[in-house]
């Protein structure tokens, strides 16, 4: 599967933004999906996760009550809806997915494909 994140941009504190993540080559349905950043000089950490069915998820602490990931698999597409976007969320985010998933991951490893990445700038 191939996957395409799009949505990011430059927007001020307290602003939102909806990342996207489509797949194409096979079916989103059957792949469970989380979504990665990494700010400049940092690793590549953990934002949010799901399941295929979209009905479990899991989100880092410092985005949990903020960021919300859901899917439409009929689309084929992953979304992060992001609120409340502060200075610190800046960083280039990936959407990874991985039909072997069960539960939502936080690992990168765990994922077998990966996104290109979109670069989002959250200014103070």
């Known amino acids: 599967v191939q996957l395409q994140a799009s949505g990011g941009g430059l927007v001020q504190a307290g602003e939102s933004l909806r990342l996207s993540c489509a797949a194409s080559?096979?079916?989103?349905?059957?792949?469970?999906v989380g979504w990665f950043r990494q700010a400049p000089g940092k690793e590549r950490e953990f934002v949010a996760a799901?399941?295929?069915?979209?009905?479990?998820?899991y989100y880092a602490d410092s985005v949990k009550g903020r960021f919300t990931i859901s899917r439409v698999n009929a689309k084929n597409t992953v979304y992060l809806q992001m609120n409340s976007l502060k200075p610190e969320d800046t960083a280039v985010y990936y959407c990874?997915?991985?039909?072997?998933?069960?539960?939502?991951?936080?690992?990168?490893?765990?994922?077998?494909?990966w996104g290109q990445g979109t670069e989002v700038t959250v200014s103070s």
């Open positions: 080559g096979r079916a989103f349905s059957n792949y469970a």
């Open positions: 799901d399941t295929w069915s979209g009905i479990n998820t």
């Open positions: 990874a997915a991985d039909r072997t998933i069960a539960v939502p991951s936080i690992t990168p490893r765990t994922y077998d494909y």
